[in-house]
Every structure is written in C-alpha cells, then in structure tokens.
C-alpha cells in the first residue's frame, strides 16, 4: 500500500483502534476537550462542536465524525497530518502503535485470523471485519488524493 505522507493505512488503523476501539460513535471528553469519532479528533482545535470555541481547522461539525462513513474522518485526518508532519496528535499512536503492532494490524486486515474460545471469536471477527473495513476506506481515500 502506498503510504499517505510516509504513513500507511495500517498505521492509521492502529491510531483509531487505540483511540476508540474502532468505534466511529465514540464520543469522549478528555480533561475537558471533547473528542469525536473513530479518530477522536479534537472538538477544540479540528472541528466544531456549537458548543465550545474552537480553531475549526478542518472546517465541519464536529458531528459528522460520529457516523459510519469516515471519509471526511479521513479528510481532516490528512489534514492533521500535512499540518503535524506525523501520528503526534494521536498520543494513543506513539504509546502503543509500534512496528510489532502495526504488522499484526496489517495482518489482521489481510487474513482475519480468529483466535480464542466461540465468544471471543465472534467478537474478534466483528473487529476484524471493522478493521477491514476502515483500512478499505483509507485506502479508498487516499486513491482520490
């Protein structure tokens, strides 16, 4: 896969997963910044929330982060990383998403192994095919940049 600004899908992947568990509705607010999304985009400085004065440095509602399609999740995140350079605004990223992590993530896309009792693999499965699916469309996205 081509990389987006030297990073690749994978990586992407592995800052939502830790940031929101893939979860695109996840909401949460943090030290009194309210995060949005599956990339937990700050409602301070990336987009606005009504609520809160903000930078709105990718010029949309706050909103439309807590949905399924992420495609414009994706186009504030290209802009977070043209401006930053790097995965920085993502802390989660520079704790947990080393080399080791990112290729089980890659992996995990392309072969969606399931390990561990019926229980766990249900929800394995239901991960791996949301991992999937959000390296799908960052890869989609990226091909339209």
Not at 28 to 46: A, C, H, T
Not at 69 to 74: A, F, L, P
Not at 122 to 138: D, F, S, V
Request: charged share 25%.
């Amino acid at each position: 896969m081509d990389p987006f600004k030297g990073i690749y899908s994978e990586q992407f992947v592995c800052a939502a997963d830790y940031s929101s568990r893939l979860d695109t509705l996840y909401y949460e607010n943090v030290w009194g910044v309210p995060r949005y999304g599956i990339f937990q985009l700050s409602g301070l400085e990336w987009c606005d929330n009504g609520r809160h004065p903000t930078q709105n440095r990718c010029n949309v509602s706050c909103d439309l982060f807590l949905d399924d399609d992420i495609q414009d999740d994706t186009l504030c995140v290209k802009k977070i990383v043209q401006r930053t350079k790097d995965m920085r605004a993502w802390p989660l990223y520079l704790k947990y998403c080393n080399k080791q992590t990112i290729s089980y993530y890659y992996m995990q896309c392309l072969f969606g192994k399931n390990h561990g009792t019926p229980k766990k693999r249900i929800r394995q499965k239901t991960r791996t095919l949301r991992l999937a699916m959000a390296l799908k469309q960052l890869q989609n996205f990226k091909k339209n940049f």
